[in-house]
Each structure stands twice: as C-alpha cells, then as structure tokens.
C-alpha cells in the first residue's frame, strides 16, 4: 500500500517572474510527486499562474493590492485557515517575507510546520521584515550563507532553525544542436558576428544591479578588443521600475559606444542568451543575496565576473572557476574582461565553471529540499 502523500501550500506574494518566483517553480516541477502533493496560494497575478498551470500544480490567485488588507485582514486568515483544513495541508513554505507573514498565524493555528524561504539579504530597513522577524518559524529556508549569516547578524534574538538551500539553476536544454541554433540567431539578430566577442549582462534594470559600472567599463575594453559588443538585458518588476535603461542608453551615446552597445529588453529564452555569449557580467553594487544568472551562466559553460559580496562569494573561486572583482569599479571590471582574451586561461575558467555548476542542479536540490519537509513534519 502507497503511503500517504504528504500535501504542500506554497505561499507567494507576487506572480511575476522575479528570482524568487522562479525558483519557487523549479522546486516544484522537480518535487517527487509520488510522495508530495504541491499546491500554490498566489496573492497577486502574474505569469507565474499560466507556469504552474502547465506543470498541472492547482493554483489559486488571489488580486491583493496592498498588504494590510492581507495582514490585518480576520477574514483572511479564517480563509488561509478553512483552506488548510479542507484541503488536508501538512506544512506551508512561504517565499518571502510578505508571504510568510500572511500565512503566520492560520498555520500556527492549523498547527503546522510553516517554513520560511529567505530569498533577500536583510538589512534592518523592512519594518514587515522585523515584524516577521519577531515571530518563531517552523524553520528558516536561507538562500544562501550571505542571506543566513545577514539574518543571524541583524535580528540575533530570532533562533528559528536555519538552512541554507541554493536555488535550482534551470534544466539544461538537453538538445544542444536546437539551443546553438537559437543562440547563434540570437547573435544575428544582435548584428554580432561569431568572431566578435560578445559580453552579457543579464539581470533586472534597477540601478543596484550596478549595469553602468560594465557601461563606464566599455571604452577601456574597446581599445584592447575594438570589436567587442556589450548587450544588456532585462526587464523592470512591476512598481520597481527607476530608470535604468534610459541611463545606461544615454551614458552609452555620451562615452560613443552606443554603436557597440544592445539593449534587447526581457528575454525569455534566457538560456540561448546566455550560450549567445562569450562570457556574462554580473555587476550588482549591493551584495547579491545569491545569483542565479552566475550559476546559469556557469553551467552552460560560460567565463563568469561577478562583484565579490554575499552570494557570490560562495558559488564561485576567484581564478579557479570565475573572477570576481569590487564592486563599482569599472577600471578592474575592464581588466578582467580584457583577461579572456587569453584562450587557455578562458577555457580553464569555462571547463571548471560546468563541472562546480553541478551542485545547482534542480533535481538534487529538490531532494535536498524534501529532506527538509520530512525533517520539519517530524516534529
């Protein structure tokens, strides 16, 4: 007889696409559903519904404009509350702070494990942050050693049990010929020629991201390498949007590079946009809670630069299998760029950078992450 699977809520606030968002979705299409039944509580709309739909995982969006009328809200949790209770739910991961404070008490008050997944560097500045702060987790689900040890530091009277479980990178494209394909069209589309050498950088347009650090970076590389093309993509999040393109359009034209410059928008074959490259920047001015475009990027085999704080600083070794470089500053940035134009020490970086990048793999961390519910329903 087949045990009795064990049923999973997750609770995410927003529905668009984010790094959290995403990796939510990787967890889940990776879940043994022999033993575990995942099911998604959606508080705002987004494109993460049509996502889960296709991997037949049953979501319930909910339209929740602002999150008072969640928190403060007795109907609410008498409705998270009869939805445990109807739909025989064992223990609720929360991604994100908003998530898992709306779910805080109909969980306690179902009596079950109600995890939170820590996805941002905290910094004290969140009041919801130090209010959830405040209150006891079932367990803390950490993103990375940074994200723990920033938690640990800024709110030491919380001593809810920590984990650090990295995010799943994508499953590789297991037809390479159909993924060279669409990066070399990528390319064409780019007006980039296979001999030009082509750097990427891929993240959200917020000005943190530190994009104009690699935009301040690009004449030093151009007079060693007066072919290279630097293409900058990513979109904005909804009601996050401060800018960025338009800055880094206008420095572009005021340094003249702006005919070596591309700016592409959101992509949604990421994949073939990183293998279109010749090697990824990752330029982000505050410390990465972790970077999942590094760990991507390294497992397609891709020369990574990456600014060394927090999340980083734990996915690659500095010369072994990446570079990483201080933060804001273009001058370096420039100089490690202008490095790969040595091939061996380029193709040492990229054949180390595939092997490291196996201990993201979605299915391994999906196993680590059932562990942890089986450890957590235990007690």
Same mark, same amino acid.
């Given at each position: #007889?087949? !045990?009795?699977?064990?049923?999973?809520?997750?609770? %995410?606030?927003?529905?668009?696409?984010?790094?959290?968002?995403?990796?939510?979705?990787?967890?889940?299409?990776?879940?043994?559903? +022999?033993?575990? *039944?995942?099911?998604?509580?959606?508080?705002?709309?987004?494109?993460?519904?049509?996502?889960?739909?296709?991997?037949? =995982?049953?979501?319930?969006?909910?339209?929740?404009?602002?999150?008072?009328?969640?928190?403060?809200?007795?109907?609410?949790? =008498? $409705?998270?509350?009869?939805?445990?209770? &109807?739909?025989?739910?064992?223990?609720?991961?929360? *991604?994100?702070?908003?998530?898992?404070?709306?779910?805080?008490? !109909?969980?306690?008050?179902?009596?079950?494990?109600?995890?939170?997944?820590?996805?941002?560097?905290?910094?004290? %500045?969140?009041?919801?942050?130090?209010?959830?702060? $405040?209150? !006891?987790?079932?367990? /803390?689900?950490?993103?990375?050693?940074?994200?723990? +040890?920033?938690?640990?530091?800024?709110?030491?009277?919380?001593?809810?049990?920590?984990?650090?479980i990295h995010p799943p990178n994508a499953?590789?494209?297991?037809?390479?010929?159909?993924?060279?394909?669409?990066?070399?069209?990528?390319?064409? +589309?780019?007006? *980039?020629?296979?001999?030009?050498?082509?750097? /990427?950088?891929?993240?959200?347009?917020?000005?943190?991201?530190?994009?104009?650090?690699?935009?301040?970076?690009?004449?030093?590389?151009?007079? $060693?390498?007066?072919?290279? *093309?630097?293409?900058?993509? @990513?979109?904005?999040?909804?009601? #996050?949007?401060? @800018?960025?393109?338009?800055?880094?359009?206008?420095?572009?034209?005021?340094?003249?590079?702006?005919?070596?410059?591309?700016?592409? @928008?959101?992509?949604?074959?990421?994949?073939?946009?990183?293998?279109?490259?010749?090697?990824?920047?990752?330029?982000?001015?505050?410390?990465?809670?972790?970077?999942?475009?590094?760990?991507?990027?390294?497992?397609?085999?891709?020369?990574?630069?990456?600014?060394?704080?927090?999340? !980083? &600083?734990? =996915?690659?070794?500095?010369?072994?299998?990446?570079?990483?470089v201080p933060a804001g500053e273009p001058?370096? /940035?420039?100089?490690?760029?202008?490095?790969?134009?040595?091939?061996?020490?380029?193709?040492?970086?990229? +054949?180390?950078?595939?092997?490291?990048?196996? $201990?993201?793999?979605?299915?391994?961390?999906?196993?680590?992450?059932?562990? /942890?519910? #089986?450890?957590?329903?235990?007690?």
């Amino acid at each position: #007889m087949m !045990p009795e699977r064990i049923k999973i809520l997750y609770l %995410s606030w927003s529905g668009a696409m984010g790094g959290a968002e995403i990796a939510l979705l990787r967890t889940v299409r990776f879940l043994d559903r +022999e033993r575990f *039944v995942p099911r998604v509580l959606q508080f705002q709309p987004g494109p993460m519904q049509k996502e889960l739909e296709v991997l037949n =995982i049953p979501v319930e969006v909910l339209n929740v404009k602002r999150f008072r009328s969640v928190i403060f809200s007795i109907p609410f949790f =008498i $409705r998270l509350f009869r939805k445990i209770r &109807q739909e025989k739910i064992q223990l609720i991961h929360a *991604v994100g702070t908003q998530a898992w404070l709306a779910g805080f008490l !109909p969980a306690r008050l179902a009596g079950i494990p109600h995890l939170w997944w820590v996805v941002d560097l905290p910094d004290g %500045s969140n009041n919801v942050e130090k209010l959830a702060a $405040r209150l !006891p987790a079932s367990g /803390l689900v950490c993103n990375s050693r940074a994200t723990m +040890e920033a938690f640990r530091a800024v709110y030491p009277f919380n001593r809810s049990k920590a984990v650090v479980i990295h995010p799943p990178n994508a499953q590789l494209d297991s037809k390479s010929g159909d993924l060279a394909a669409r990066a070399a069209a990528l390319r064409l +589309e780019f007006g *980039v020629t296979s001999s030009q050498p082509l750097i /990427l950088s891929l993240g959200r347009m917020q000005r943190w991201k530190g994009q104009e650090t690699l935009a301040a970076a690009i004449p030093a590389v151009l007079k $060693r390498i007066p072919s290279a *093309v630097f293409i900058f993509a @990513g979109g904005t999040l909804p009601g #996050m949007e401060d @800018g960025t393109e338009a800055r880094l359009k206008a420095m572009a034209k005021e340094l003249k590079v702006d005919a070596h410059c591309r700016f592409p @928008g959101y992509c949604d074959d990421a994949q073939a946009l990183i293998a279109s490259a010749d090697c990824v920047v990752h330029t982000s001015l505050k410390p990465e809670p972790f970077g999942m475009v590094i760990t991507e990027s390294m497992a397609l085999g891709k020369a990574v630069i990456a600014t060394e704080k927090g999340g !980083p &600083q734990e =996915i690659i070794t500095h010369g072994v299998d990446g570079i990483l470089v201080p933060a804001g500053e273009p001058q370096l /940035l420039a100089q490690a760029i202008i490095s790969f134009e040595d091939p061996a020490y380029k193709k040492k970086l990229e +054949e180390n950078a595939r092997a490291s990048a196996r $201990r993201f793999e979605p299915a391994a961390i999906a196993r680590q992450m059932e562990n /942890l519910y #089986m450890e957590s329903l235990k007690k």
